[in-house]
Nanobody, 126 residues
């Protein structure tokens, strides 16, 4: 499985960015997907996730209402639309993949996810 993240950049506080993750080497309709982020000196933290057969999209409390994760079945991509960005959102953002559906209580752990993209830098200036 290969994941290619893109869309990061520098934006002012209050601005928006859209991250994308292209998935190859896996049946996309059977792919469980997530976004994590890692700021300097901090552990990789959960942002959002979707599971196959689950209509829910899961978000970290810190991004709920500002970030929206979506799947594009036609292009085998997942997107993370980020609005009202804050300086605390500054981090390297990673997309993650797992073939076997994870239990909901485990999706927020980075150890749950098997495959990772290379990361894309998001910098929010104040």
């Amino acid at each position: 499985v290969q994941l290619q993240a893109s869309g990061g950049g520098l934006v002012q506080a209050g601005g928006s960015l859209r991250l994308s993750c292209a998935v190859s080497g896996s049946t996309f309709s059977l792919s469980n997907m997530a976004w994590f982020r890692q700021a300097p000196g901090k552990e990789r933290g959960f942002v959002s996730a979707t599971r196959t057969g689950d209509t829910n999209t899961y978000y970290a409390a810190s991004v709920k209402g500002r970030f929206t994760m979506s799947r594009d079945m036609a292009s085998n991509m997942v997107h993370l639309q980020m609005t009202n960005l804050k300086p605390d959102d500054t981090a390297v953002y990673y997309c993650a993949h797992k073939t076997n559906r994870p239990i909901s209580s485990a999706i927020r752990s980075a150890d749950t996810w098997s495959n990772w993209g290379q990361g894309t830098q998001v910098t929010v200036s104040s």
